[in-house]
């Protein structure tokens, strides 16, 4: 954020101990209170303003813009107990509270299941060994079927290669499926 103007004011100590109190059950600095406490004022000084006298547009926290896109700001209270819930559940997705508020609410209102990037990452990682796996079985089955004689792995260790690539296979769709229960229960290990 931008800071174009600085409000000062002095309180009473006993003013300062009630709302060192009110922001620490919020969890917000002083500074975040006060200025959410300034917008709400200057914004509810312009609705009640007869028409022509303002001049200004509503105040924004943070200059955001209501058409959308990055800028926009949304500011939402919370119990302090769903606020340390939040915190929990984003940091078991490595992620910052306000992002993964933000991938849920877009998964809500777009019907989707979200897909962090360090899981979308694993996901990926898994496919590339698959694949991996898949073209040097390619590659054997070709030189057979062409009639060279190919040394190394039996039929032992074909079906040790088969049962790792099924393991594969189940622990990513465990994966998915897992994330998904996660989305929609808060915990992954909720899942089945």
Known sequence: MTATAILKTRVTPDVKARVAEITGAELLTEAVWLRRLVARA?????????????RHPPYSVRG????GGRASRLYVRLRREDRLLLHERAAARGMASATY???LLRAHL?????LPKDELAALKEVVGE???IGRNLN???RAINQGARVTGPGREEFRAILKICEALRDHTKG?????TASWDSGYAEDAP
């Open 42 to 54: 200057v914004h509810e000084q312009a609705a009640v303003s007869p028409a022509g006298e303002n």
């Open 175 to 179: 994966l998915i499926r897992t994330n």
């Open 101 to 103: 508020v933000s991938v």
């Open 110 to 114: 777009r019907a989707l299941t979200p």
């Open 139 to 141: 590659q054997i089955t």
């Open 130 to 132: 698959l694949g991996a």
């Open 64 to 67: 955001g813009c209501p058409e």
